[in-house]
C-alpha cells in the first residue's frame, strides 16, 4: 500500500514526527483502524524498549524520501 504522488505528505511527517511514537501515523497513513491497530501496537512497544527511536526517525527520512510505506517489512523486501 504505497501512497504515489510528487509532494510530501506534510500531514503525515507532523503526525510521525510529533505522535509517531505511539503509532499514530500507521492510523493515519492506513485510513482504517482494522489494518493499522497491529502496526500501532508493534511500533509502540518498540518504543518503549527505545529500540522504536530509529524506527520513528526511520519514517521521518522516508517521508520526506516519498518511499513512506505502511509495513516496514516492506522497505527490506
Known amino acids: 500500500m504505497e501512497k504515489t504522488s510528487l509532494k510530501i505528505?506534510?500531514?503525515l511527517f507532523a503526525i510521525a514526527l510529533f505522535l509517531g511514537f505511539f503509532g499514530l501515523d500507521k492510523f493515519y497513513y492506513a485510513k482504517n483502524f482494522k489494518p493499522a491497530w497491529k502496526y500501532?501496537?508493534?511500533?509502540?512497544?518498540?518504543?518503549?524498549?527505545?529500540?522504536?527511536?530509529?524506527?520513528?526517525?526511520?519514517d521521518d527520512v522516508m517521508i520526506v524520501l516519498k518511499q513512506y510505506q505502511f509495513d516496514a517489512r516492506e522497505y527490506f523486501a
Open 9 to 11: 505528505d506534510w500531514g
Open 40 to 58: 500501532a501496537l508493534v511500533k509502540f512497544m518498540f518504543n518503549l524498549i527505545f529500540l522504536g527511536i530509529i524506527w520513528d526517525i526511520w
